[in-house]
């Protein structure tokens, strides 16, 4: 992948509130950048990906329905190493900063973020640079690729499946959209309560919303 000649950008916005995409579309394209792809979750991105949009950046909202913006990212990396990813978040906590530089993310923006700030993220992103919104008092040491809750480790599978637990899908619909069968599907929610002390599935549901994998 190239990025366009120029200077200009093709990018792709991804956020769950059409407001938002329409705000970053407004400044994105006095910048002088092309916005080629929209999309209101993560699935929906990596699927236009998969079927040749070409992106140069990818801004991701965190907080998103089917597939959050963490994962998203980590797939949109795997699948196309060249485009560079800038994650917008209302979540300010250095845990999520983190998690998201892991997850393949350039740079970390506040939603708070005025249009001169995501101006600066977009540029600096865009050269390679990596940038986290100043204020956020991050300061922290990243320490592997995985999400921690408490003293368990996430995988990334059971990071999707909890959060399609939390939207309400049932195991048949959890196994319809991440490609397994249902008893695997099954095999996971029933891991995850094990594990975690969550006895019925709205504790897992408060599980997922207290750790920022989905905002249900």
């Known amino acids: 992948m190239v990025m366009a000649l120029g200077g200009m950008m093709r990018v792709a916005l991804c956020d769950d509130h059409q407001m938002m ?23 929906d991105l990596l699927r236009q990906v998969q079927n040749g949009a070409v ?36 979540y300010e906590d250095p845990a999520r900063i983190t998690e998201a530089l892991l997850s393949g993310a350039k740079g970390y923006l506040s939603k708070a973020t005025d249009p001169q700030g995501f101006r600066e993220a977009v540029r600096m992103v865009a050269a390679g640079q990596s940038y986290i919104s100043p204020g956020l008092g991050y300061d922290v040491v990243l320490h592997g690729g995985t999400h921690v809750v408490g003293e368990r480790v996430l995988s990334p599978r059971e990071r999707e499946v909890l959060q399609l637990i939390a939207e309400g899908y049932s195991d048949k619909e959890v196994a319809q959209e991440l490609g397994i069968t249902p008893r695997t599907a099954r095999f996971h929610r029933d891991v995850l309560r094990r594990d975690f002390g969550c006895p019925t599935t709205a504790d897992l549901v408060k599980l997922a919303i207290r750790h920022g994998l989905t905002e249900c």
């Open 21 to 43: 995409i329409e705000g970053q579309r407004h400044v994105l394209e006095a910048m002088g950048h092309d916005v080629v792809v929209t999309a209101g979750n993560g699935r």
């Open 55 to 90: 992106v140069d950046l990818a801004i991701v909202d965190i907080s998103m329905p089917v597939l959050n913006g963490m994962d998203t990212v980590s797939q949109l990396v795997a699948l196309s190493p060249k485009t560079k990813c800038l994650v917008m978040s209302m």
